[in-house]
């Protein structure tokens, strides 16, 4: 067997252009569809089929129960076959709305992009958008299979034309090898062996042509050492080992290294694959490494060699795939996770955002389900990566949801911003602790929230009234105040009120670092921004009170009159009628009705 | 296989739990008696299930392979089990890179396939380069067996009764796949030696669970388990 190595394909096209049945053609006609598999296949297409009698390939692929009564595919799906040349292993995506999650999967680990697409009708958006994609994940090497070429009785040239279209296109995009030709999968023709049919057609046949490209060509044959350590092994007091896969370079034992984000230098010692030592490792080896100095090194940090360095910094520009229902905000909170980096980090802003079909950059602020976007991102901690570039596996990264755990999104890193790597925080010499002193008492901040009418304003100003009579030394940010000062430039979409409560949380943590109690007054409809508002202060720093007035009391108060103006449809992102609001569940206080005795008591 | 399993964990010094869903021994649960579809049900997915409840386990290392069966070539490397050990396709995660997400919210759990890229031929040719100890079952030796619907069953000791037309045969058998018994079928072969195996797998026109008749039980057999909470 020539040794190019397993190809990983992805394969994707709009649906109902016979990407399935490609595939399971390939299969089919490699020789590796088992015969049991095969008298399955022979029932399934009875049952689903859409084929009449013959077989229906694609249901070789569409393995879910609800895919198969549906006659579409959802999710991913890997399948893995040889030939006497090569192995492969599909990573087949549903080619529908919902189809950016499973295309960056696929692509993430993926080298050649195998697109399907109808001959006759032609490229659509869906097939711009499905290459775009994959273009924007690393993918280099792209084929495109014009389906269905029976359709349009062999034409030589209308495949012509459609190849130009499809050529024109990719090569504006820049990707390393491109490959046109035209099939039909239902008949195999040209897939698996040249057919008399399109004799036309200068080029291998589908199957031929994947068993020869070789995608390792003008790989970083020069790349340094990339170790990201993912665990480091201390059995007893004389062992200490880093363990990790090599995720670009060599290593070798006497080797010197560089160790991010500390700036410590030190050398290998030892290798070990499993329990055997070596004298080198190579990128994709999983090894534990051991060092000739004692240096402390944690699980995140990154081994390498010396003079090429990743980029270490906490401030980044991203390429983002938003994955989730729940859109993307400048200043929520996600956590990012960046090879075996974890921190916390949010948004600073979104810059533009990808029309996949004509590939401009459009303004946006915010970035929904399926869309792309180039965004700011900050960390609560230096990031180590290289540029997506460069390493995927290093300059990839993906988002997750405090709260759910979900994976929101991914995104692939270009460049740092040198913005703050130049700012250090000052220290100051009067602590907390000192302005306590003076003041007699101790600070916090009381946050309440509630919807519109529901009694804030009113319990915090007695609250401020009460404790000012105590001697006590207080600041009342009330939302609507500050939304006629500071933040006058907001309005009420979900993006303004997160940095609407993200400026007054800010406010509000500076006004407690000299002493005060501070008590903010604001709606705050969202739980992942009171979560946010809560991370700046410490436990016994902050307390969350829930105003639990129900809807109908306070639309039946009324007292600015809004509630009647919003169900005549004059205000849009109104809490509770045009916008949502949602329950805290973890608030430290609920006051329900009549509860100011409740207060008193406090 | 029992005494395999015993065996390799004494050597290695292994915390090994072993877990029994007392009810369903109490009750006598045979798959003879009450069929495979509900004899898995009770003593394969319950037991699991109560097992991972009792010892609050955050994640399952399971052995299970993309290329074994339609739903397991979807499923992730870290699979996400919800608070009642049940797989929904809708919450699995985007699995990009390296970049697992194993993070756990809301009572969930998490089940992780580290061979889910290895194929069949891929185990059998690292067992063969790392000298792995494997069962005896696996080995083709002359066994008593009996034919019964279409199927080579071992007869292995008094758990299964012939029935009236049945005979015992000796045949050369080996098992491919190892499920429970008696839900696993042999093959009739005479490899005996890893070599013979690995090249046996090479060239073989049936696949790997064609012998693991639960997966048989209805349509979407696999799926349904897991939607259960099953590996």
């Known amino acids: 067997m020539e040794n190019l190595g397993i190809l990983r394909i992805l394969t994707c096209g709009s649906v109902d252009n016979g990407k399935s049945t490609l595939v399971g053609r390939l299969l089919f006609d490699s020789n590796n569809v088992q015969d049991d598999q095969l008298a399955s296949l022979e029932n399934d297409s009875r049952k689903y089929g859409t084929r009449g009698k013959e077989f229906d390939f694609a249901l070789l692929l569409d393995g879910l129960e609800s895919e198969r009564q549906q006659g579409i595919t959802i999710d991913v799906s890997y399948r893995y076959f040889s030939t006497s040349r090569r192995r492969f292993i599909v990573a087949d995506c549903p080619g529908h709305e919902q189809y950016a999650r499973n295309m960056a999967t696929g692509a993430s680990n993926s080298s050649l992009a195998l697109i399907v697409l109808d001959a006759k009708a032609g490229p659509n958006e869906q097939i711009w958008r499905h290459l775009t994609i994959c273009h924007l994940m690393g993918i280099e090497h792209v084929v495109f299979a014009a389906n269905k070429i029976d359709l349009v009785g062999f034409s030589a040239e209308h495949f012509g034309r459609v190849r130009t279209e499809l050529m024109d296109r990719a090569q504006a995009l820049g990707f390393k090898t491109i490959y046109a030709l035209p099939i039909c999968a239902v008949s195999c023709n040209n897939v698996v062996r040249w057919d008399e049919k399109l004799d036309w057609h200068q080029g291998p046949c589908l199957l031929s042509y994947l068993e020869g490209i070789d995608t390792q060509a003008g790989a970083g044959a020069a790349a340094g050492l990339r170790l990201p350590v993912q665990f480091v092994s201390r059995p007893n007091s004389d062992f200490r080992g880093y363990a990790g896969t090599i995720s670009a370079g060599f290593a070798r034992v006497g080797q010197a290294l560089s160790v991010v984000p500390t700036t410590a230098k030190t050398r290998i010692a030892r290798i070990f694959r499993g329990d055997v030592a070596v004298d080198e490792a190579s990128e994709g080896d999983a090894v534990m490494i051991c060092v000739t100095d004692d240096v402390d090194i944690s699980r995140g940090f990154v081994l390498l060699s010396p003079d090429d360095g990743p980029t270490v910094s906490d401030h980044i520009a991203a390429d983002i795939i938003w994955f989730s229902d729940k859109p993307f905000l400048p200043h929520r909170q996600y956590l990012i996770q960046c090879g075996h980096q974890l921190h916390r980090a949010w948004g600073t802003n979104v810059k533009y955002r990808l029309d996949v079909q004509t590939q401009e950059w459009l303004t946006s602020k915010q970035l929904g389900k399926n869309e792309i976007g180039h965004c700011h991102i900050s960390c609560s901690h230096p990031l180590i990566f290289d540029p997506f570039d460069q390493n995927r596996n290093s300059g990839g990264f993906i988002l997750i949801d405090r709260e759910t755990s979900e994976t929101m999104g991914c995104g692939l890193i270009r460049y740092s911003l040198r913005r703050s790597t130049n700012v250090a925080a000052q220290s100051l010499s009067v602590s907390p602790q000192d302005h306590a002193r003076i003041r007699g008492h101790r600070a916090c901040c009381v946050w309440f929230t509630g919807l519109s009418g529901a009694g804030k304003s009113t319990i915090a100003n007695l609250l401020e009234y009460q404790l000012n009579k105590a001697g006590v030394h207080t600041s009342l940010l009330d939302g609507d105040n500050l939304r006629l000062g500071i933040n006058r430039d907001l309005g009420f979409t979900e993006a303004d009120r997160v940095e609407n409560i993200r400026r007054l949380s800010a406010i509000a943590r500076l006004m407690v670092d000299p002493g005060l109690i501070v008590i903010v007054a604001a709606i705050s409809p969202f739980e992942a921004d009171r979560q946010a508002a809560r991370s700046l202060f410490s436990e016994s720093e902050f307390f969350e009170v829930f105003v639990d007035t129900p809807l109908d009391v306070c639309e039946s108060r009324d007292a600015k009159g809004l509630y009647k103006r919003a169900r005549a449809g004059l205000i849009p992102n109104f809490t509770g009628i045009t916008a949502p609001y949602e329950r805290p569940q973890s608030a430290d206080l609920v006051l329900s009705q009549g509860a100011l005795g409740n207060l008193r008591a406090w | ?231």
């Open chain 2, 1 to 231: 296989m029992i005494a395999f399993r015993d065996r390799i964990a004494a050597r290695h010094g292994l915390d090994l739990l072993v877990y029994t869903n007392q009810a369903g021994a109490e009750a006598g649960m045979s798959p003879l008696v009450h069929g495979s579809f509900s004899y898995t049900d009770v003593m394969k997915t319950q037991a699991l299930r109560q097992a991972l409840d009792l010892y609050k386990f955050d994640a399952a290392i399971g052995g299970a392979r993309r290329d074994e069966e339609k739903s397991r070539a979807k499923e992730r490397i870290f699979s996400v089990r919800n608070r009642a050990h049940g797989w929904d396709p809708k919450l699995q995660r985007p699995e990009l890179w390296r970049a697992f997400n194993s993070r756990l919210s809301d009572g969930q759990s998490m089940r992780v396939f580290h061979l889910s890229n290895w194929t069949e031929l891929d185990v059998w040719e690292y067992i063969l380069a790392e000298e792995i100890e494997v069962v005896d079952l696996y080995f083709a030796r002359s066994r008593p067996t009996v034919l019964r619907d279409g199927a080579i069953i071992m007869l292995d000791d008094e758990r299964l009764s012939l029935r009236e037309d049945e005979v015992a045969l000796a045949r050369n058998v080996r098992f491919r796949t190892l499920g429970c018994y008696p839900l696993t079928a042999a093959i009739e072969s005479g490899a005996a030696s890893i070599e013979d195996i690995v090249a046996e797998v090479r060239t073989s026109r049936l696949s790997e669970r064609q012998g693991r008749m639960i997966d048989r039980d209805e349509a979407s057999s696999m799926e349904r388990k897991k939607r259960e909470g099953y590996f």
